[in-house]
């Protein structure tokens, strides 16, 4: 036999249990609303706040630059400089991070081509201390002598505007093309006004040209990406030579490139020590641009 009275207690204390259980999850729910907003907040704080950390974007791929910023790691500490390394895995994050201020600098890339960003994207980074310079060259799988290489042959070159135009300068000063008359580092396909041996030239990432060379005649292939298929400068048919303008930099906002902390930064990369680790570590895949 049922019991009305007993059921209605019953029934009120789990309507209370279930409305207070309902208030604790508001309330869990309003902390974590709460630690999201505090941390988010924390994330935006300019990197160049902290004034004894230095806050530097690179890209893995790049040969030289991640190995040198470790190298360096303690000889900044004794500067009294904490180095952090924020790692990207591509040519854009880099720029777009010194811009926004989420760091102090980066360090990946050659002078044309933070040139050509600035230029598309409407930036002003500047280039704060000239470090190292990645000859670049053609390679082939197939051929040991630039003489061999056949009329029509494959040639794969860069796509991005400045190491696009770098390939076909390097084309045209080696006798694979002519372009028009003054276009320099500036070419583009569209500028080649004679193929005489009919070379077919294949625009690819930057970072595909040496994986392209199971499939083309020649890859020109930037400087530090080789050694990722197991190539070195002495293996290229061609190369460019120590007075390349594509030289590494370290890139920052014009209102941060003499920050104390970037001039530390210079003392310590111009130094011997800098220069022997990359002479010795990159046997030449990489030329230490300073005395």
Known sequence: ????????????INDFG????????SYL?????????????????????????LVIATNPSFNGFPEILEFIKPKLKEEGIDLKIEYVNDIIQPNELVHDKSVDANAFQHIPYMEAYNKQHGT???AAIKVLAWPSGLYSKRYKDIKDVPDGATISIPQDPSNNGRALDFLAKHGFIKLKEGVGLQATKKDIIE?????????LDQGMSAKSLDDVDL?????????????????????????????????????????????????????????????????????????
């Open 124 to 126: 002003n980074l500047v």
């Open 1 to 12: 036999m049922h019991h009305p009275e007993k059921i209605k207690e019953i029934t009120i």
């Open 195 to 203: 193929n005489k041996r009919n070379f077919k030239i294949i625009e």
């Open 219 to 291: 890859a020109f292939i930037l400087g530090g990406y080789q050694t990722a298929v197991g190539l070195h400068l002495k293996d290229a048919l061609l190369a460019e030579d120590s007075s390349s303008e594509f030289i590494g930099v370290i890139t920052t906002r014009p209102d941060n490139q003499n920050d104390e902390k970037i001039q530390k930064l210079k003392k310590v990369l111009h130094t011997p020590e800098v220069k022997k680790f990359i002479e010795e570590t990159f046997h030449g895949d990489i030329i230490p641009v300073f005395e």
């Open 29 to 53: 729910i309003y902390i974590i609303c709460l630690m999201v907003l505090i941390s988010g907040c924390g994330k935006a704080t300019n990197a160049g706040e902290d004034k004894d950390t």
């Open 18 to 25: 279930g409305e207070d259980k309902m208030k604790r999850l």
